[in-house]
């Protein structure tokens, strides 16, 4: 059984900092890009960013670059959201995410297999 479990999610002040965790089970992890996405209830689904399947490579959108770093332990069949100076704009449900491609550049493409359930990150002003 695939799951993709999710942790870190909460209340923070704006300028505090939030780390998600999310732990893989049931398919070959270490094979897979990452993704994170978030939502805002009522919006669309956003994508955040991406790393490749051996952690070479990372991307980000515009809006959180310099601030969100994802990072990845294959040993631990674990990926890592960890979001820096966050602003009430960033209040948003996260969900990681898993895609087979195998590329060596990470990107906002990719489609994605596998959804963890998504902890909400509440930013107060």
């Known amino acids: 059984q695939v799951q993709l479990v999710e942790s870190g999610g909460g209340w923070v002040q704006a300028g505090g900092s939030v780390k998600h965790s999310c732990v893989a089970s049931?398919?070959?992890?270490?094979?897979?890009?990452m993704g994170w996405f978030r939502q805002d209830p009522g919006k669309e689904r956003q994508f955040v960013g991406h790393i490749t399947f051996n952690g070479g490579s990372t991307y980000y959108i515009k809006s959180v670059r310099g601030r969100f770093t994802i990072s990845r332990d294959n040993a631990k069949n674990t990926v890592y959201l960890e979001m820096n100076n966050l602003r009430p704009v960033a209040t948003a449900v996260y969900y990681c995410?898993?895609?087979?491609?195998?590329?060596?550049?990470?990107?906002?493409?990719?489609?994605?297999?596998?959804w963890g359930q998504g902890p909400l990150v509440t930013v107060s002003s």
């Open positions: 995410a898993a895609e087979r491609s195998q590329s060596i550049v990470a990107g906002p493409w990719g489609d994605y297999d596998y």
């Open positions: 049931g398919f070959t992890f270490s094979t897979y890009g």
